[in-house]
């Protein structure tokens, strides 16, 4: 199964939405402010694509005050991340995948500059800053893209940083960035290895007409689920199956899921 970062964290916050969203094939009602949102972070994905490309970016700015306003204020903010460097190798929307067992894993950095001895990922949002920065440490996003670039050998884990900049239209960009050490790899791999060995069973038991696991009953995760009314009064094969409190995380949901072919863009809840 193809897997990205979103779908992992759904899958982490609840695996009876996850079924729902990616077996069932139903779909998730989206809000005209919610459509704006990915429609504003697009425009600004595709604008700093350009950029990178070289190619003319006067046409997107040109009738897009916000657009404008943003390019502008992360010009002027993130000038290392804007001058090349001789010698390095940097690349938009640079896809990886990675199997792990039957499944593959797919990352797709929004700027990937490798140097001899150091390998950035940055990743670029447009909403606030969040105020809790370990929530976006315990994100998929953080961890798998992570992991992903260790994985594959070419650098060490001690080489490779994550760099978050959150841009907005109020206020100077903002960036978080994230290190990575052997210890937190091997602490990543032992969790993925959990929850795809999880999946793995799930999907098996699917097959014979079981369903996922919901969160326990009361949980707030609930609360923000688009599916609460296919969830109340069900009580089909399996879904009096709960998962521990401490598998229901996080609050903090990723925007940008499999772009290319599914993916969106991250919101925080
Ligand atoms: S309503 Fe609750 S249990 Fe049902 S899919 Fe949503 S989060 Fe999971």
């Known amino acids: 199964m193809r897997l990205s970062q979103g779908q992992l964290n759904l899958l982490e916050r609840c695996p009876r939405q996850f079924q729902y969203t990616y077996l069932d094939g139903f779909g998730s009602p989206t809000s005209l402010e919610q459509q704006e949102r990915l429609s504003s972070g697009s425009r600004f994905h595709l604008l700093m694509q350009q950029r990178e490309l070289g190619l003319p970016i006067d046409a997107l700015v040109k009738e897009d005050a916000q657009l404008q306003g943003w ?13 090349p460097v001789d010698g390095e ?4 929307e640079h896809c990886r995948t990675l199997q792990v067992e039957d ?3 797919t990352v797709i950095y929004d ?3 490798a140097r001899s001895d150091t390998c950035q990922i940055l990743d670029w949002k447009t909403y606030p800053k969040p105020q809790d920065r370990r929530k976006l440490a315990q994100n998929w996003q953080t961890l ?13 884990p001690e080489q490779i940083s994550m760099t978050y900049w959150f841009v907005q239209s109020d206020d100077k960009p903002q960036s978080l960035t994230f290190t990575y050490s052997n210890i937190q790899h091997q602490q990543i791999e032992k969790k993925l290895n959990s929850l795809l060995v999880q999946l793995t069973n799930w999907l098996k038991l699917y097959e014979i ?8 009953e009361g949980s707030k995760t609930c609360n ?18 709960h998962l521990e409190p401490d598998l229901v995380e996080p609050e903090y949901s990723t925007n940008k899921l499999l772009n ?7 919101t925080i809840q």
């Open 260 to 266: 290319l072919a599914t993916i969106q863009e991250v």
């Open 209 to 216: 007409g079981e369903q996922f696991p919901q969160v326990v």
């Open 89 to 92: 190798f940097r690349e938009s």
């Open 224 to 241: 923000y689920c688009q599916f609460i009314s296919r969830c109340e009064g069900r009580s089909t094969k399996g879904s009096d199956r």
């Open 111 to 113: 700027l990937f500059i």
């Open 71 to 83: 390019m502008n204020a992360f010009a002027g903010a993130a000038t290392e991340i804007l001058s």
């Open 103 to 105: 499944h593959l894993l």
């Open 144 to 156: 798998l893209y992570l992991y992903v670039l260790a994985e594959q050998g070419e650098y060490l």
